[in-house]
Each structure stands twice: as C-alpha cells, then as structure tokens.
T-cell receptor, first 115, second 114 residues
Framework: DAGVIQSPRHEVTEMGQEVTLRCKPISGHNSLFWYRQTMMRGLELLIYFNNNVPIDDSGMPEDRFSAKMPNASFSTLKIQPSEPRDSAVYFC?????????????FGPGTRLTVL | AQSVTQLDSQVPVFEEAPVELRCNYSSSVSVYLFWYVQYPNQGLQLLLKYLSGSTLVKGINGFEAEFNKSQTSFHLRKPSVHISDTAEYFCAVILTGGSYIPTFGRGTSLIVHP
C-alpha cells in the first residue's frame, strides 16, 4: 500500500485566498483525522471522521475551516479565507476502525504558508 | 479529560549513549499509551504501544517503554542511540472505553551528536 497520500506537499498563498488540502487514506481504514502542527501549539486535532461521518470537529478553529469526506477514499480540508496565522503543517492520518487502540498512519503533511 | 506532559522539549545526547524521554499523563480512567516518532519533514509513525499486560513494551529501532501506573508515566528508553535517532518523539494516550481520539504531548526533540 502507498500509505496515506496528501497533496499538495507545499502550498504558498496570499492572505484572503482559498486553500484546499487533500487526503487519500489507506484503503480499508474507516477512521480519518486531520491535524495541524505548529511550533507554538504543537499537534492539534482538527476533525475526526468515522465511516465518512464527522464525529468530532471541536478542534476546528473557526468557521473559516471546513472539512469533507465524500467517500471512503478522499477527504478535503478547506480554509476560506486564509490568514497568516493559518501557516502550519497539516497532517492527515487514517486508522482501521473497530477498536480505539489501533495506531494512526500519518501522511507526509502539507506545509502551508499564508503570506 | 486526559492530558499528556512531556517534560523535556529537547534532549541532546551523544551517539552510543543511553537516553530516556519522559512522558506523564493524567486520567481518571485506564488508558492506552503510545509513542510516535517524527523524522524531519515526515509524518508521525508508531514506535510502540501499551495496551495491557506486561508493563515493559518493546518497539522498533531498539526502543522500549515502561508503563508505571502508580506514577502515571510511560517513559521511553534506548540503551544506545544512533545519529539516525535524531527526531521528534510524541507520547499519546487514548482512554479505554472512550472515543478513538488520542491526546498527544507537545513532543520531545532528541538530538544525537557524533
């Protein structure tokens, strides 16, 4: 398996622009997580999907952030409009469902820079 | 709610020396415990996990961790580190019987010097 795939790997945009990050989880994994990593705040969970349904989005910073999972093999995280404070590395992770102690498999991340 | 504390933000060590990275957690219920490693410009990957049973858990790359319930700790150790172990290490907990959402510590940067 190719592992969790994220695109783009790097994104540089200007404040106010819309940004869309993409994730393809490992085939057969039913749980999907979006994280944000910054030096100041460490690794933060943004949203968690199970069987394509958002279960916990309490970590989504504000209405500018939205996430979708239209099918089991694809998810997007959108920021509109983007702000400089959104600059971070965004990770997508997937996990087999069924038990809570399954490990999470992380993608390589998308490094977002908002100017 | 559970929390995870990694007391050391950075641990410098010389090659072939032993190392211990500390992790303490707080929770009112039992937890599952994990250590993940993040190499530069990569995502996190699992080193080892404790679910139940023996309190000493062995993982990949020669790492091991010991669960201490009375001290609510899960420290990571390696008897002899290599340059290639230079990375960020994250401790994480998941509540047993709870959601599937892990709580991660802030991470410890292990820097191995030649």
């Amino acid at each position: 398996d190719a592992g969790v795939i994220q695109s783009p790997r790097h994104e540089v945009t200007e404040m106010g622009q819309e940004v869309t990050l993409r994730c393809k989880p490992i085939s057969g994994h039913n749980s999907l997580f979006w994280y944000r990593q910054t030096m100041m705040r460490g690794l933060e969970l943004l949203i968690y999907f199970n069987n394509n349904v958002p279960i916990d989005d309490s970590g989504m910073p504000e209405d500018r952030f939205s996430a979708k999972m239209p099918n089991a093999s694809f998810s997007t995280l959108k920021i509109q409009p983007s702000e400089p404070r959104d600059s971070a590395v965004y990770f997508c992770a997937s996990s087999p469902s069924g038990v809570p102690y399954n490990e999470q498999f992380f993608g390589p991340g998308t490094r977002l820079t908002v100017l | 709610a559970q929390s995870v504390t990694q007391l050391d933000s950075q641990v410098p060590v010389f090659e072939e020396a032993p190392v211990e990275l500390r992790c303490n957690y707080s929770s009112s219920v039992s937890v599952y415990l994990f250590w993940y490693v993040q190499y530069p410009n990569q995502g996190l990957q699992l080193l080892l996990k404790y679910l139940s049973g023996s309190t000493l858990v062995k993982g990949i790359n020669g790492f091991e961790a010991e669960f201490n319930k009375s001290q609510t700790s899960f420290h990571l150790r390696k008897p002899s580190v290599h340059i290639s172990d230079t990375a960020e290490y994250f401790c994480a907990v998941i509540l047993t019987g709870g959601s599937y959402i892990p709580t991660f510590g802030r991470g410890t940067s292990l820097i191995v010097h030649p």
